[in-house]
């Protein structure tokens, strides 16, 4: 079985300050992990996914997040945050077939 | 840039009564989802769509629910009888091919609200 958990359902950083928001998935076979953005009123946009090929994935907007195995972990991260990454963001794996199983999401508010 | 769209963005109904939720995917995509996210829980899984029939589905998706195709274009979702429990967030989804590894594109969401 495959799941995903989303340590922090809020998390506030100040302009320009380091983004990081956790993901720790379950998976039995080795897994697909993406991280999705929610901006109000639109659909799941991707921003990255990892595939079994390097473990530190660059996204779009400048997100990247790394694949640790032994912590079972897809922590994402930005070094500079800026106003218009305030959203919510889903982590999800999938492994076999094509469902998707998502984290519950982390809402990120960018203070100013 | 090619997107899903879901139409309407918000349907609020009766208890008992049917409803119906539209989606257009991405017009070369071959596979078509339903997600629900209820107010404050995850985002689940409810079925996927592959020519013209299921290819799998929760045990959310109960007979209650059904999916078509009605041509070439739309990919629907109708709940027959729908409850106070189905008010949730509902997402479509599209992605060109099978597998894993393949990135799901969603529509904005229909917020589905039963009175």
């Known amino acids: 079985a495959q799941s995903v958990t989303q340590l922090g359902s809020h998390v506030s950083v100040s302009e320009g300050a380091l983004v990081l928001l956790r993901c720790n998935y379950s998976?039995?076979?080795?897994?697909?992990l993406f991280w999705y953005v929610q901006y109000p009123n639109q659909g799941l946009q991707l921003l990255l996914k990892?595939?079994?090929?390097?473990?530190l994935v660059k996204g779009i907007n400048g997100f990247e997040a790394e694949f640790k195995k032994s912590e079972t972990s897809f922590h994402l991260t930005k070094p500079s945050a800026h106003m218009s990454d305030a959203a919510e963001y889903f982590c999800?794996?999938?492994?076999?077939?094509?469902?998707?199983?998502f984290g519950t999401g982390t809402s990120l508010t960018v203070i100013p | 840039e090619p997107e899903v769209t879901q139409t309407p963005s918000h349907q609020v109904t009766q208890m008992g009564q049917e409803v119906i939720l539209r989606c257009v995917p991405i017009?070369?995509?071959?596979?078509f989802y339903w997600y629900r996210q209820i107010l404050g829980q995850k985002v689940e899984f409810l079925v996927s769509f592959y020519n013209n029939e299921i290819s799998e589905k929760s045990e959310i998706f109960d007979d209650q629910f059904s999916v078509e195709r009605p041509d070439g274009s739309n990919f629907t979702l109708k709940i027959r009888s729908t409850k106070l429990e189905d008010s949730a967030m509902y997402f479509c989804?599209?992605?060109?091919?099978?597998?894993?590894?393949?990135?799901?594109?969603f529509g904005p969401g229909t917020r589905l609200t039963v009175l």
């Open positions: 990892y595939t079994s090929a390097a473990t």
């Open positions: 989804a599209s992605s060109p091919g099978q597998g894993a590894y393949n990135e799901q594109f």
């Open positions: 017009s070369n995509h071959l596979y």
């Open positions: 999800a794996v999938s492994s076999a077939g094509n469902q998707f199983y």
């Open positions: 998976s039995s076979v080795p897994p697909y």
